[in-house]
């Protein structure tokens, strides 16, 4: 085997151009995507042969010089398509790890310019928990202002596991190793590094890559998809999570030391993977207790290994020094006998703990303790507060405000639970199961008929009752036994884990009060709601409406006036703080109405929830269901946060993290508190500075944008939902079926059997038009919208002009519609249509688009004065240079194995060859789903 020796020295110093224009401190980046590139080069040369190499080293060469247009891409495909299967897989896996290792190299330059600011003392960087405090510091508002809006604060991102993450943990693990041997040299200072053995070390980590599949055998089960969330915790979420947490305590308490602010951490993990079983069959009781048991024992792991370290660390002697009676009861009662630790109180203190704390998770286990438990964390965080007093009295505080420390916060974090688990289900489906409850009951014979005053009186009367419906042994459908005993298992793992453990119930397709009260009747059924006597209701568990649909969203106003102005529901709400969460969908609005209409709709949506709070005297707190695409929601969070609408935000928020996303954020300690700090930020700001910036102005702008989103929904709509054939064209023009066949997820791609573009899932809808490069739900009705409006009126256009620059929400829509246009490649996307058979429908709606596509590119760039796209992302704009190359073999071979499979090639390696090019599209895009 030969390897590869690299003069470290020489590579930090050379910085020639790669393939186009760069900045001098991108020099780095590109030295690490030349030589990412020469090592898999030299590593592919010898693992497949020298015409393999030299098949894909020319191919490589022809597509940047596609990229920068020096030749027509037509040769390049014709070659390609000429290419035997298993040529082409080696081409197609080649390209794929051009891919995954540019990206990698992307990350580390981010924390390498990070790293120079910090050194050069440069002013903070915006979505920085500093940029922040410098802005509240101007702004500077009063106590009593911080104290009212940050009451409750909570920033929540929950993982979700939607199927868009392609890549294996193997992968991953394997491209950690190249990331951290790139680290040690750029940190290393010169003559620190040997060459030759560095070398062999990346030469050998490549090659691990080169001979691992990156393709999974079978599809990942629901319990696969629980434990590959909670690596993140090891990854990341440990060390980040609480560090945010104290910086945020120990900086309001600076500026605002009398308003009794953050009581209790404001940035707290969740999840729905194991809670979430709309559409997914697979979500049931079983699946309730083992996430929230695995969740628990990951806590628990964390807290029993540091403790450990922490006896490790304390050996002080009472010889030396004299700890409090506290800490002396502490060791006097731990049980610890040991003749060697007889002068050491902290290490006995500490031995009893961890006995506690090892039988607590021996519990959750579900085995024998053999000590006494902590029944609550708060009572492992008295006794850790013990010890923190006992070692500042004898001058030791520089010990107990270090892992001590750290312990102590990740305990308030975390608990013995890790995360909140939410629920959620379709309320069609618990309509259906209350019903049958309903009949055997003898309370209704037919629910299902009675409309909906009648529902909402029988459901109330219910409420008011402890008595159950049901009695054991009752006959029930498979549907409604394992609903409830689902609900069962959720309302065991409270009693056994507290409430924090599964604190929101979310419906999806909430349309009515009926489908909230049904709700509370079923977590009455299982013991979760208590009707009460004299102090009313009381629920552990918050019901959270889901409104999805572009309708369902413009009536939220009216359908959560209901909802509060019923007295029952208003107890409950009131037993609970008074805090009524809702969540935003943003998947199935954007499918259902566009890319404008969908955002609109939901920032009308907000404006009214808010008003409705503010007349109500509630609190309100947003769930926002973003998904990584701009066409689900996704883009930069921290501008996406301050776009909301005044008082939307109001110290609290939650946001799902799904797919491909949660990987790129949070698996590396750096990544992940800068994307945690910004959504911190971005939080603080939206709450405590006046951020939407319309002023009087603001009625206007609404107007403005009610006519432009409906402009752009009746452009969405006369091609998604009116053309004849559409659904047709766009299972033949994408890889939507295959998609199925992909390994990499446990829910179903479609929530019922059916050929209409309802019956899809947002997920996979966005995924293919990703794949085939169109990215429609990012932008299609939009430049219509604007044309139609501005109608060649130089006027209206500077009115645009001037929302654009004053405007948060207009200015991030449009950002972030210029990066999806980017991404988008209508030459490409004419290989995909080529694969409908019905040639008039082919141009009828590829023409359509094409024109679409013109027209939303020129009018973006008229309202926002730009020259080219992505003239206000920089850095996208360099990733773009570097990674899209190595995208133009696989979408070529891709639509070739498409076109094969569909002639009817049953060979597997043409099926491999296709799930390998959607694998590699999705990581060179990053955020594909």
């Not at 980590?205 to 909670?230: G, N, P």
């Amino acid at each position: 085997m030969s390897e590869a020796t690299v003069d470290v020295a020489d590579l930090r110093s050379a910085g020639k151009a790669l393939d186009g224009d760069g900045r001098a401190d991108d020099a780095p980046l590109r030295d690490d995507i030349r030589l990412l590139g020469r090592v898999l080069g030299e590593v592919i040369g010898e693992q497949a042969g020298p015409d393999v190499l030299e098949l894909v080293e020319s191919t490589r060469v022809e597509a940047f010089r596609i990229r920068r247009s020096e030749v027509d891409r037509a040769e390049l495909a014709a070659r390609l398509a000429g290419l035997d299967v298993r040529d082409a897989n080696h081409v197609i896996r080649a390209f794929s790890h051009f891919s995954l290792l540019a990206n990698l190299a992307e990350d580390i330059h981010h924390e390498r310019r990070r790293r120079h600011h910090r050194r050069e003392g440069s002013p903070p960087q915006p979505g920085s928990l500093a940029a922040t405090f410098a802005q509240l510091d101007r702004a500077r508002p009063g106590p009593d202002v911080v104290a009212r809006e940050l009451a409750g604060a909570l920033v929540c991102p929950v993982v979700t596991a939607h199927p868009t993450e392609v890549r294996r943990r193997t992968v991953s693990q394997v491209q950690r190793e190249v990331g951290a041997l790139i680290r040690q040299r750029d940190r290393a200072a010169a003559g620190e590094v040997d060459d030759g053995a560095w070398s062999a070390a990346l030469w050998r980590a490549v090659l691990t890559l080169w001979q691992t599949a990156l393709l999974r055998l079978s599809r990942l089960r629901l319990e696969d998809e629980i434990d590959e969330a909670l690596r993140y915790y090891e990854l990341s979420l440990f060390e980040v999570v609480p560090a945010i947490n104290r910086e945020l305590r120990r900086e309001l308490q600076a500026r605002w030391p009398d308003a009794g602010l953050l009581r209790r951490p404001m940035l707290l993990p969740g999840s729905w993977i194991g809670g979430d079983r709309d559409g997914n069959p697979f979500v049931t009781a079983e699946a309730v207790r083992r996430a929230t048991t695995r969740q628990a024992e990951t806590a628990l792991d964390h807290h029993l290994a540091e403790l450990t370290a922490l006896r490790d660390q304390l050996s002080m002697s009472d010889r030396l020094v004299t700890p409090t009676d506290e800490l002396y009861a502490l060791a006097d009662a731990s049980g610890d006998d040991s003749p060697f630790r007889a002068d050491e109180p902290y290490r006995r203190a500490l031995t009893g703990m961890l006995a506690r704390l090892a039988a607590t998770r021996a519990r959750v286990l579900g085995q024998p303790p053999a000590a006494g438990p902590y029944d609550h964390p708060d009572e492992l965080l008295a006794d850790l507060d013990v010890v923190d007093r006992s070692l500042r009295r004898h001058g030791a505080g520089a010990l107990a405000d270090d892992r001590l420390a750290r312990l102590r916060d990740a305990v308030e974090v975390f608990g013995f639970h890790l995360c909140g688990l939410d629920m959620r289900q379709n309320s069609a489906v618990h309509e259906e199961v209350l019903a049958e409850l309903l009949a055997w009951a003898g309370v209704c014979a037919d629910y299902a008929a009675l409309d909906e005053p009648a529902r909402v009186e029988l459901l109330v009367g219910e409420l008011r009752m402890r008595r159950p419906l049901l009695r054991p042994g009752a006959e029930l459908s498979e549907l409604a036994r394992g609903e409830l005993d689902l609900l069962t298992a959720a309302a065991e793992q409270v009693a056994l884990l507290g409430p924090r453990a599964i604190p929101n119930y979310v419906i999806s397709m909430c349309e009515s009060v009926s489908d909230v009260l049904e709700v509370a009747v079923l977590l009455k059924e299982v013991g979760l709601l208590d009707p009460g006597a004299d102090g009313g209701p009381r629920c552990p568990v918050g019901i959270s409406p889901l409104f999805e649909t572009i309708e369902d969203l413009r009536r939220a106003g009216d359908t959560m006036t209901a909802v509060l102005d019923q007295p029952l529901y208003r107890a409950l709400l009131d037993g609970r703080g008074g805090v009524q969460e809702v969540m935003l969908g943003y998947s199935d609005s954007n499918k259902d109405g566009g890319y404008l209409a969908a955002n609109w709709a939901l920032y009308r949506a907000e404006l009214a929830l808010v008003e409705l709070a503010r007349e109500r005297g509630i609190r309100l707190r947003l769930f926002h269901g973003r998904g990584g695409t701009v066409g689900r929601g996704g883009g930069p969070s921290y501008e996406a946060i301050r776009a909301q609408p005044p008082g939307a935000v109001a110290g609290a928020l939650r946001i799902t993290e799904q797919g491909e996303v949660i990987a790129a954020k949070y698996g590396e300690p750096d990544r992940a508190r800068r994307n945690l700090e910004a959504m911190v930020a971005a939080t603080l700001e939206a709450t405590l500075l006046d951020v939407e910036g319309l002023g009087d102005d603001a009625e206007d702008a609404y107007a403005l944008l009610d006519d432009l989103a409906e402009r752009a929904r009746r452009a969405y709509a006369e091609l998604v939902h009116e053309t004849p054939g559409f659904v047709d064209w766009f299972r033949a023009a994408t890889p939507i079926r295959e998609l199925s066949e992909l390994n990499i997820g446990s829910r179903p791609p479609s929530r019922k059997a059916g050929d209409r573009i309802t019956d899809l899932r947002a997920i996979p809808w966005v995924f293919s038009w990703s794949q085939a490069r169109i990215m429609l739900p990012g932008w299609y009705g939009t430049g219509t919208a604007l044309e139609s409006w501005v109608g060649g009126s130089a006027e209206r256009l500077e009115r645009l002009r001037s929302l654009h620059a004053r405007w948060p929400f207009l200015r991030t829509v449009l950002s972030n519609m210029g990066m999806v246009l980017a991404k988008t490649d209508l030459d490409l996307a004419a290989r995909y249509a080529s694969l409908v058979p019905d040639e008039e429908l082919r141009d009828r709606v590829f023409g359509a688009i094409t024109a679409e596509h013109e027209r939303t590119c020129r009018m973006l760039l008229a309202v926002t004065g730009d020259d080219h796209l992505l003239a206000d992302n920089p850095s996208l704009a360099r990733s773009i240079r570097n990674r899209f190359p190595y995208l133009e073999p696989l979408h070529h071979l891709q639509v070739e194995m498409l076109r094969r499979r569909r002639a009817g090639d049953d060979d597997e390696l043409v099926r491999r060859c296709i799930q390998l090019t959607i694998n590699g599209v999705a990581t060179a895009l990053r955020n594909s789903g």
